[in-house]
């Protein structure tokens, strides 16, 4: 989860829109509600369970295990006839605000010591917080009293802290990566465990894993085991434009010709620029010409590549933050949009349960589905680690997606605000991953997206 981003942070509507997130349960097997095994240490071994993948959508919170109660009784059962959804997003940032800290770099509030995770549904306008402490809850009951009728709260049980979930997190960075097959590390929001992502669960990586937690000190029954693999980083409408804006082709020269996606456009100290995937360009490499294209096999340059962190070798790993890269935009002029005709209006962080949209020249269409996972450290094919990743499932991907923005479609207006950038996903699944846009901030510096054009 992020917490009070550099940059430019309008709050404004961050709605659910024409995409009705109840297509997500059709159609495909690692949807909503489709069942998936995980692992826990129980009794001394490691027991194989299921779920539906989105449990939060597919059951009523009274019947969750983990369920202590509405904040606010609304009728029927404290549920909402008609959730605002307006007011869920208002009041999430809220909530956001209330707890404070910075999860990527260890900074976590004190305001609610015993805050264990949040995630949302917004098809029934319902928060859910993991609590433990009656304080805590109550502070959380007042700070969003103005939004009763409009939105529910619903108090889970926490086990762990948010911040226990964490240090463990950060500390699980030292298990046998490669060894184990991990393709994944998240504080699970959603489930208040740490969840660990492995390629293949096998009785032999279990024993593995086990050790290595009790020599970390990481308790085995904080670990939820899941079996994914990991995201391949994807490599294509390419007509012509001018102005530039996000969700169309470009090519970046770095002695092969990588086409990927355009992220979004932006402005630093009045110049144009924009954002894409590094990886489109090869992590650390600056000074690359990028093109778009111009007519039938033509390609006009529109830029060059300015900053590229390079990856951080952090003993047998390499890391960065995020897969973004910034060009500085020459001969062409750029636009807050997104195609076809979305106007990006600011920029909001990455929330377990939101329903997020992008647009990729591979695929050629507008996919959506909902945020599982956030601030998740993610290990991509080759062993590069990305710290600050959101997981999507539901989100069609293909080659040449690389760099498209993600974004939230609003509902009555034709205005959105981005959340990140895709960089990859899991092959033959709709699982995929983008960079949060406060660790792309945090790379690449501040930035205006939402701008006079």
Not at 155 to 162: A, N, R, T
Not at 166 to 182: D, H, T
Not at 183 to 209: F, Q, R, W, Y
Not at 221 to 228: D, G, N, P, Q
Request: with cysteine.
């Amino acid at each position: 989860m992020r917490w009070k981003l550099l940059g430019v942070l309008l709050l404004g509507l961050l709605i659910l829109g024409s995409f009705g997130s109840a297509d997500i349960v059709k159609g495909s097997n690692d949807k909503a509600c489709q069942p998936v095994k995980y692992w826990v240490f129980e009794n001394g071994q490691w027991v194989e369970k299921s779920e539906p993948r989105i449990w939060w959508y597919c059951q009523e919170p009274e019947k969750i295990k983990n369920f202590e109660g509405f904040a606010f009784k609304e009728k029927p059962y404290g549920l909402l006839k008609k959730p605002d959804q307006i007011a869920l997003h208002r009041a999430t940032r809220q909530l956001i605000n209330l707890i404070g800290g910075d999860e990527l770099h260890g900074k976590l509030s004190a305001n609610l010591p015993s805050y264990g995770g949040m995630f949302i549904n917004e098809e029934k306008g319902l928060i859910f917080v993991y609590v433990k402490d009656e304080k805590d809850k109550e502070k959380i009951k007042q700070a969003l009293m103005v939004y009763r009728g409009k939105i529910n709260l619903v108090f889970l049980k926490g086990k762990y802290s948010f911040e226990q979930l964490v240090q463990w997190k950060n500390l699980a960075l030292n298990l046998s990566i490669e060894k184990l097959g991990i393709s994944g590390i998240d504080a699970d929001e959603a489930h208040n465990m740490l969840t660990i992502e492995l390629e293949e669960v096998t009785p032999e990586k279990l024993k593995i894993l086990e050790n290595e937690l009790d020599k970390l000190g990481i308790p085995k029954s904080a670990v939820r085991i899941e079996k994914v693999r990991r995201m391949s980083l994807e490599r294509s409408p390419t007509d012509v434009f001018d102005p530039l804006i996000g969700g169309i082709g470009i090519r970046v020269n770095s002695g092969y010709s990588s086409t990927c996606t355009l992220g979004f456009t932006a402005k630093i100290n009045g110049e144009n620029y924009f954002v894409t995937a590094a990886h489109c360009a090869g992590f650390g490499n600056t000074g690359n010409s990028v093109y778009q294209p111009w007519g039938i096999l033509s390609w006009r340059k529109v830029g060059v590549v300015v900053k590229n962190p390079p990856l951080k070798n952090e003993g047998d790993k390499k890391v960065r933050e995020s897969d973004s890269l910034l060009v500085k935009v020459s001969g062409r002029s750029i636009a807050p949009q997104i195609y076809s005709d979305w106007k990006v209006e600011g920029i909001t962080e990455s929330v377990v349960g939101l329903y997020v949209c992008k647009f990729g020249i591979g695929t050629k269409a507008t996919n959506c589905g909902h945020v599982m996972k956030t601030n998740k450290i993610s290990v991509l094919e080759g062993g590069i680690l990305l710290t600050d990743t959101s997981e999507v499932v539901g989100m069609e991907h293909a080659q040449k997606d690389s760099g498209a923005p993600v974004f939230v479609k609003p509902y009555y207006v034709p205005n959105t605000r981005i959340v990140g950038i895709h960089f990859g996903g899991v092959e033959g699944t709709t699982i995929t991953g983008f960079s949060e846009i406060d660790g792309i901030f945090r790379e690449l510096g501040n930035m205006v997206v939402a701008y006079d054009s």
